[in-house]
């Protein structure tokens, strides 16, 4: 069977290919001189498959959609607190290449507009590494992201040097209220050189979906970046992506995603796929139009928007049975099934309490768990030490081990099984 | 046994107690009249189950939390490009009670600032309501979120509308510039009327609980708004919600949310839970002290931050088993468990696409999926039609009939089934 | 002899009225009725002679210009730091109906926009005074600038009331602030009365003629307010006047000005002439197009600008000559010309110092002055004391007792004379 | 006898000394080792005489106050319309290093905040002008009003580049807006080397006197710039020159004035005295605070304020005579006195106009006149050729020849004489 879904990304490049509004980003004679009717996607799940189509492995540059990674090296190195003092995470409400600080403590106001993007490649990197290593650092940690080494534009690179008459300016602007420590202009050639990397749209999907899972690139395995900088990064994308137009972004599209002036957009649906577009015509905020055309149909068909409640889910707790045994023992099995995090436990916990199982033994079957989360965990280990103390005899069902060291509260251990069988009976 | 969340959030309560720094609001009389210690909290499950802990039953004025709900029922009302017409969706980066409107479009910039707020109330209702009408359909369509008439004080709310300056300022203001086409000094009274409704902190968990639950009222079962207000309104929330520190808010909590100068705040975790908290001394923002101290408490303890990618699941595809049946038939079976959306779906397709059955028969087994969204539902019949088409005779085992009017394309139907069971044998 | 000014004036406007650029302002119906072809200039001398052109005896309301005399009030009513302390100075580089106040301060910027002009009216009169005499207060001040009892135009009052929410919404800001403490749609309604009041171009003459006359109304001869406050206004309305243009009609125009929504326009050269220029079509500023263009060519014809040294006069130290008396005695006689201010005074001071009398007997022969201003007269005064203490004897010759009150420090009293006389000899 | 003027001087200085507040500028080290009791004032006439006090021969550099110069070399060498599309005239508001400008427009909004002054020292000198050149042209051009070549000091230049991010950042954002076309670090560099140039107070005040006196330094008279590039610089000072300040300092103080960050303050009074101040302690605005108060005092005292009307000047016409002449001939002698501007020769005329002569021969007795300025002149002219067509002979006395070519129109040319005498009988 061939997959159904390159076939729908071909379609959606369809509809969306008739779109020629907007204008290829001519700042610099590099950029205005690709081709304009290039189009492509590519959809990677966590796990590294990628589904593409179009133009998907023509090279560009990645521009702006270097920044929440290098903000992401920056938040890695340096910690949260660090980063937090040098920028901001509000919305500017500005134009991406505005030359102003926020008032009062004289951060650039987010790390996705210029202002914030060079002070964030400065803290990629140890205090006090090189200009050299700090570059290193910044193309080895975007790379890891691809799970490739990337390379440099060096034309694209030199032509945005001739022109870098505003990017120069906030450099010295953030060096005279002391934001950044570097020279100036050396920081900023450093900068067009990290925006000048060559990626790919399937590379982009990649990068994305090492955000969606996690930090770790699903194809080298490695963890690039933890956990806790990736919600760090999700977050500002989310209000302060897609530059001006943030607000509009998130209720239509619904997706934490960046963009870039050479075309290209990256978006990430946390725990699920990670996706790049590209193709060059921009609007008036300098994103891609059949880019964000395209995200709005997959945002639509897929159902990927982050505010889309999934539909209620059946209860994972499916209820309880009552297993008679030997000597007249009976026990309740309560049954539980699918992901359980906190909304799920409560469901185990409110049904307990609400009905006090009334037998001796009383078992949960997690055969049909997948996953549980630290916060639901808790809840269930607590419920077994509430158990034990009302006088039951707990017993876990637990063949895969879902419930990772099932040691309660007081030190309670609950008897663990892999299918029902009737233990020693418990003293009454 | 007692269920263990109630003495957990008693603990929370204690744990924040301690924080007395900010301000009761006083520029009403009433409202600094307000006891400065009230402290509560109370989640609600989306079946309408309420924990609660401290002063959750003592009311207090709404307030700004009204914003979130008047917008809903003025989209409900008029339709998304009607407000949008009249309100816009981006931060404002500024003072709630600020006087200006978004540049060029001479807009509100959103629905969570007075002015947008004003102008939000003038368009609850059908177009040539009377005053009276209007102003009734706001309070029962607030009163539906809560799921009980909702009162007002009178006395705080007379006592606002002496102090009401500021606000009639923005009336006038939206007036000039034609947003609003009713009488000024009308449309603050009635909108300090509506910010005078008493609520419980019970009251703001139920609210929040039915946007959590896809605009349902998870206790009386009233869909108060359709699905898509409920998008639109969480979306701006996120981005939003929080007065001027909003990006700050989406990073640390990350949970959409609203927050009234009394002192409550209002928290959606969507397809979870629903959120109220209370405590009147308000930080700079005018956001609660304490309530922002609860809620950041809750995300960390409970993993509630929507930029918390759920640990990768164990795939949906549990894999395949190969059943030997009579004369020498054999069936492959995929088994699936858990909810389906998008990205669980192309795990399936993927295994398909990629490790051809090699058997004549194939079956999915849905027992243990409890959920199918529309493009998972898509992706399967898919699935079915390609399988078909390849020459396979399809069974879906789906005993609870998760997956909903199972036909294909081309107008193939699989047989299904509740536990796997021969058939008839297929063509070959 | 006919006087050559009136044609002059007929001139200026022929040259003029080809202009038909710009729209008669519309927000208001009375307004928008107005003939757009009307075109009227006066010029007022500071003893009341007007010279006037065109349709300067028809009546329009005065809008905007009423408000340097309001201020003038207020200034004169509650003095200089309780009007400073509720209103700025400086420009605000915003337009005229701006909906914002001073960083820090919170009071209006400046009396010339309208929210500074609505503050300006309510500190017309004495403190406590009722709304009603405030009022009247409003009407009689600026009436006494006109030299006659002005007329208020009720239809144009009802009008603009009717579309007054701008200038509401401003009140109700400024109440929120408290920098005014009236009911805030009264105090609209008294400032739009104030802006109705019917003024000829005649009438602009005439009331900037009594600016440029240090207060005092050129006909009726009433001080109207002090010298001070004079200076005061125009001081404002030469960085503020003007709209946003404030900068560029300073440099082009160079005299402080006052203009109007219904296309009037009144400037003040002090000490000179005022002027009235009225024609309602009106540039994108708000201010009249053929009423700049009156004034710019007014300007430049007459050298009105107020950075235009005059040419360097020559000196007012005419020289000394010897006189021959009985006795062999000799005396030195300086004589002096003109108007003496600081640098002409200078001039003797410098000429005496410089050059020591070398005679007994010393004159200053002030017969060819008409004009000393009060540091001049110290200066004089001064010079006078050190002569007669280096042991000369000092003589004015004063026939028009210019030098007023000529007494020197020390208590030393100079012989004051009409012609030159030998008096009796001093004592060597 | 010794001139009251410097003890007067020193005594403000005494009176100003105690004020110890503010601080010296500390962003550049050779600043900050500034002494910061120093304190000098110089007043200069318009002839070049200086009086001055305090430390007036200390040299300082220049700073800001070389703003107006370099802008008035560009209007000399681009003129005005080059200059305008380049730099703005409108107070700006805001700091004097800021980082924004004229929306719309994209030129900095005046020439006295950096971003203007950057751009204004590109505009010196012809275009095409070599780096060198144009530097040479900003040395020598200041150093022209001064009336001696300035020095710089490279101490301070060097401390102040190693410093000069904020310039660096607007001379980037210039360039980055076509606004300059040179390469920005050699602007700035040349900027602050402009800005160390080396003045005394002493220095400040001939300057000024320059300005005063229309261009032309008093010692060396040269012609520095036109009277027409002095009168924009003068209006541009007023309303930009003090920072943001301006508004106050124009009520205030009412004098064209420039500041320096090394303490230093200019002052210019049109036609009559220039005024350099310095002491190194700054106010918020970067103004130095005894030098403010030390401007406001010579302010109040010599009454220089530009919005003081000089007191009503006597009539410059003195009345009319009658003379009887040989042969009943009688004559009727006006006699005028003073500078004749227009409102004077407005009184000539309305005076002729009002009572007419009655006498067949008239007489304009101008020998008390010492100034007439063109439109006067043009006035007295127009009023011999009306005489004259009324049937009147008509003479000039004029021993001083005050009266330039009095040729009126139709080719009339009255008789001119030195005292009155019976000339031919006219013809009647």
Same mark, same amino acid.
């Given at each position: 069977?061939? +997959?159904?879904?390159?076939?729908?990304?071909?379609?959606?490049?369809?509809?969306?290919?008739?779109?020629?509004?907007?204008?290829?980003?001519?700042?610099?004679?590099?950029?205005?001189?690709?081709? *304009?009717?290039?189009?492509?996607?590519?959809?990677?799940?966590?796990?590294?498959?990628?589904?593409?189509?179009? &133009?998907?492995?023509? +090279?560009?540059?990645?521009?702006?959609?270097?920044?929440?990674?290098?903000?992401?090296?920056?938040?890695? &190195?340096?910690?949260?607190?660090?980063?937090?003092?040098?920028?901001?995470?509000?919305?500017?409400?500005?134009?991406?290449?505005?030359?102003?600080?926020?008032?009062?403590?004289?951060?650039?106001?987010?790390?996705?507009?210029?202002?914030?993007?060079? @002070?964030?490649?400065?803290?990629?990197?140890?205090?006090?590494?090189?200009?050299?290593?700090?570059?290193?650092?910044?193309?080895?940690?975007?790379? @890891?992201?691809?799970?490739?080494?990337?390379?440099?534009?060096?034309?694209?690179?030199?032509?945005?040097?001739?022109?870098? /008459?505003?990017?120069?300016?906030?450099? !010295?602007?953030?060096?005279?209220?002391?934001?950044?420590?570097?020279?100036?202009? !050396?920081?900023?050639?450093?900068?067009?050189?990290?925006?000048?990397?060559?990626?790919?749209?399937?590379?982009?999907?990649?990068?994305? @979906?090492?955000?969606?899972?996690?930090?770790?690139?699903?194809?080298?395995?490695?963890?690039?970046?933890?956990?806790?900088?990736?919600?760090?990064?999700?977050?500002?994308? $989310?209000?302060?992506?897609?530059?001006?137009?943030?607000?509009?972004?998130?209720? $239509?599209?619904?997706?934490? *995603?960046?963009?870039?002036?050479?075309?290209?957009i990256l978006g990430v649906l946390s725990g699920q796929v990670g996706i790049g577009?590209?193709?060059?015509?921009?609007?008036? /905020?300098?994103? +891609?139009?059949?880019?964000?055309?395209?995200?709005?149909? #997959?945002?639509?068909?897929?159902?990927?928007?982050?505010?889309? @409640?999934?539909?209620?889910?059946?209860?994972?707790?499916?209820?309880?049975?009552?297993?008679?045994?030997?000597? +007249?023992?009976?026990? #309740?099995?309560?049954?539980?099934?699918? $992901?359980?995090?906190?909304?799920?436990?409560?469901?185990?916990? !409110?049904?307990?309490? !609400?009905?006090?199982?009334?037998?001796?033994?009383?078992?949960?079957?997690?055969?049909?768990?997948?996953?549980?989360?630290?916060?639901?965990?808790?809840?269930?280990?607590?419920?077994?030490?509430?158990?034990?103390?009302?006088?039951?005899?707990?017993? #876990?069902?637990?063949?895969?081990?879902?419930?990772?060291?099932?040691?309660?509260?007081?030190?309670?251990?609950?008897?663990?099984? &892999?299918?029902?069988?009737?233990?020693?009976?418990?003293?009454?």
């Open positions: 069977m061939r +997959s159904p879904i390159p076939e729908y990304l071909d379609e959606v490049l369809r509809t969306c290919a008739g779109d020629r509004a907007g204008a290829v980003a001519d700042y610099v004679p590099e950029l205005a001189a690709a081709d *304009a009717e290039q189009l492509a996607v590519a959809v990677s799940a966590v796990d590294g498959t990628v589904y593409e189509a179009g &133009d998907s492995r023509t +090279s560009f540059t990645i521009q702006s959609i270097s920044k929440p990674f290098t903000y992401a090296l920056a938040l890695a &190195d340096r910690g949260y607190e660090a980063v937090l003092a040098k920028i901001g995470v509000e919305p500017s409400g500005e134009a991406f290449n505005e030359l102003s600080l926020e008032e009062g403590s004289a951060r650039p106001r987010n790390p996705m507009i210029n202002v914030g993007a060079l @002070a964030a490649h400065t803290l990629a990197g140890p205090p006090g590494a090189s200009r050299a290593e700090r570059f290193e650092r910044v193309v080895s940690g975007i790379s @890891a992201f691809a799970g490739r080494r990337l390379e440099i534009d060096e034309a694209v690179c030199r032509s945005e040097m001739e022109t870098a /008459h505003r990017n120069l300016a906030i450099a !010295h602007m953030l060096r005279s209220y002391e934001v950044i420590e570097e020279d100036a202009p !050396h920081v900023v050639e450093d900068y067009v050189r990290q925006c000048s990397l060559l990626v790919t749209t399937r590379d982009l999907a990649l990068m994305a @979906a090492t955000l969606a899972n996690g930090g770790v690139q699903p194809v080298t395995g490695e963890q690039v970046v933890s956990r806790d900088v990736v919600r760090q990064v999700l977050s500002v994308m $989310t209000t302060c992506g897609m530059y001006d137009a943030a607000g509009d972004w998130v209720t $239509t599209v619904g997706i934490p *995603a960046k963009s870039g002036v050479s075309g290209g577009v590209f193709s060059p015509r921009l609007d008036r /905020h300098g994103n +891609s139009v059949r880019g964000v055309r395209v995200c709005e149909r #997959l945002s639509a068909d897929m159902g990927l928007h982050m505010m889309d @409640a999934p539909a209620p889910a059946r209860s994972v707790l499916r209820g309880g049975r009552v297993l008679h045994g030997p000597a +007249s023992r009976t026990a #309740l099995v309560y049954e539980l099934q699918g $992901t359980i995090q906190f909304a799920g436990a409560e469901r185990l916990v !409110h049904g307990i309490a !609400h009905t006090p199982p009334g037998h001796n033994e009383v078992a949960l079957d997690l055969t049909r768990v997948y996953s549980i989360n630290p916060v639901a965990r808790r809840m269930i280990l607590e419920t077994v030490r509430r158990l034990t103390h009302d006088g039951h005899a707990v017993t #876990l069902i637990d063949p895969d081990r879902v419930l990772s060291d099932p040691v309660a509260g007081d030190g309670i251990r609950p008897r663990v099984v &892999d299918t029902w069988e009737w233990g020693e009976a418990p003293a009454t």
